[in-house]
Protein backbone atom coordinates (compact mmCIF):
# COMPACT_ATOMS: atom_id res chain seq x y z
CA UNK A 1 0.00 0.00 0.00
CA UNK A 2 1.36 3.67 -0.84
CA UNK A 3 0.40 6.32 0.78
CA UNK A 4 0.26 9.78 -0.27
CA UNK A 5 -0.49 12.75 2.15
CA UNK A 6 -1.04 16.71 1.30
CA UNK A 7 -2.30 19.53 3.59
CA UNK A 8 -0.37 21.31 6.25
CA UNK A 9 2.25 24.10 6.21
CA UNK A 10 2.19 27.08 8.63
CA UNK A 11 -1.05 28.19 10.25
CA UNK A 12 -1.41 30.48 12.73
CA UNK A 13 -2.60 29.86 16.09
CA UNK A 14 -6.00 29.66 16.56
CA UNK A 15 -6.57 28.44 12.89
CA UNK A 16 -7.74 24.89 11.20
CA UNK A 17 -6.27 22.94 8.76
CA UNK A 18 -6.79 19.43 6.64
CA UNK A 19 -4.50 16.62 6.14
CA UNK A 20 -5.23 14.25 3.53
CA UNK A 21 -3.93 10.82 2.56
CA UNK A 22 -4.31 8.38 0.10
CA UNK A 23 -3.97 5.01 -0.47
CA UNK A 24 -3.15 2.78 -3.33
CA UNK A 25 -3.34 -0.54 -4.09
CA UNK A 26 -5.60 -1.45 -1.23
CA UNK A 27 -6.80 -5.21 -1.44
CA UNK A 28 -8.06 -5.72 2.33
CA UNK A 29 -11.66 -4.83 3.57
CA UNK A 30 -10.90 -4.81 6.94
CA UNK A 31 -8.11 -1.71 7.84
CA UNK A 32 -7.26 0.92 10.07
CA UNK A 33 -6.28 4.30 8.61
CA UNK A 34 -4.63 7.18 10.83
CA UNK A 35 -2.62 9.76 11.81
CA UNK A 36 0.32 10.23 14.22
CA UNK A 37 2.28 12.85 14.97
CA UNK A 38 6.50 13.68 16.26
CA UNK A 39 7.04 16.94 17.37
CA UNK A 40 10.51 17.53 17.22
CA UNK A 41 12.66 15.76 20.65
CA UNK A 42 9.55 13.63 21.15
CA UNK A 43 8.40 10.08 20.55
CA UNK A 44 5.80 10.22 17.73
CA UNK A 45 1.91 10.04 19.27
CA UNK A 46 -0.50 8.41 17.42
CA UNK A 47 -3.53 10.62 17.55
CA UNK A 48 -6.86 9.14 15.62
CA UNK A 49 -7.65 6.40 13.40
CA UNK A 50 -10.29 4.78 11.96
CA UNK A 51 -11.15 1.37 11.63
CA UNK A 52 -12.69 -0.38 8.67
CA UNK A 53 -14.61 -3.13 7.92
CA UNK A 54 -17.53 -4.70 9.65
CA UNK A 55 -21.20 -3.28 9.92
CA UNK A 56 -19.68 0.25 10.59
CA UNK A 57 -16.34 2.19 10.33
CA UNK A 58 -14.87 3.09 14.21
CA UNK A 59 -12.88 6.13 14.59
CA UNK A 60 -10.62 6.57 18.00
CA UNK A 61 -8.63 10.12 19.19
CA UNK A 62 -5.97 10.50 21.84
CA UNK A 63 -7.20 12.82 24.71
CA UNK A 64 -4.83 15.22 23.23
CA UNK A 65 -6.91 15.73 20.13
CA UNK A 66 -10.31 14.31 21.15
CA UNK A 67 -13.31 17.40 20.40
CA UNK A 68 -10.41 19.33 18.02
CA UNK A 69 -9.24 16.89 15.66
CA UNK A 70 -11.83 15.25 13.23
CA UNK A 71 -11.16 12.13 11.07
CA UNK A 72 -13.24 11.34 8.27
CA UNK A 73 -12.86 9.04 4.97
CA UNK A 74 -13.44 9.10 1.51
CA UNK A 75 -14.85 5.27 0.92
CA UNK A 76 -14.36 5.39 -2.98
CA UNK A 77 -11.33 7.19 -2.72
CA UNK A 78 -9.65 5.14 0.00
CA UNK A 79 -8.71 8.53 1.52
CA UNK A 80 -8.88 9.81 5.30
CA UNK A 81 -8.98 13.92 6.22
CA UNK A 82 -7.78 14.79 9.30
CA UNK A 83 -9.30 18.19 10.44
CA UNK A 84 -7.43 20.27 12.80
CA UNK A 85 -9.11 22.87 14.90
CA UNK A 86 -8.47 25.62 17.05
CA UNK A 87 -4.61 24.67 16.40
CA UNK A 88 -1.99 26.09 18.88
CA UNK A 89 2.08 25.64 18.79
CA UNK A 90 2.13 22.63 20.69
CA UNK A 91 0.21 21.30 17.82
CA UNK A 92 3.35 21.86 15.96
CA UNK A 93 4.94 18.39 14.08
CA UNK A 94 5.38 16.11 11.49
CA UNK A 95 1.91 14.65 10.80
CA UNK A 96 2.42 10.97 9.32
CA UNK A 97 -0.39 8.77 8.02
CA UNK A 98 -0.80 5.32 8.55
CA UNK A 99 -1.77 1.86 7.19
CA UNK A 100 -2.26 -1.50 8.93
CA UNK A 101 -3.94 -4.74 7.71
CA UNK A 102 -2.98 -8.09 8.09
CA UNK A 103 -1.16 -8.03 4.53
CA UNK A 104 0.60 -4.89 5.32
CA UNK A 105 1.63 -2.04 8.05
CA UNK A 106 2.35 1.02 5.92
CA UNK A 107 3.59 4.66 6.39
CA UNK A 108 3.54 8.09 4.70
CA UNK A 109 6.34 10.28 4.43
CA UNK A 110 5.25 12.57 6.53
CA UNK A 111 3.83 16.28 6.28
CA UNK A 112 4.87 19.57 8.64
CA UNK A 113 2.35 21.41 10.31
CA UNK A 114 3.98 24.55 12.06
CA UNK A 115 1.59 26.82 14.15
CA UNK A 116 3.05 30.11 14.73
CA UNK A 117 1.42 32.31 18.13
Known amino acids: VQLVESGGGLVQSGESTTLSCTAS????????MGWYRQALGKQRERLAA??????????LYADSVKGRFTLSRDKAENTVYLQMDNLNPEDTAVYYC?????????WGQGTPVTVSS
Open 98 to 106: FFLSDETYS
Open 25 to 32: EVTSDVYT
Open 50 to 59: IVVGGYSDSK
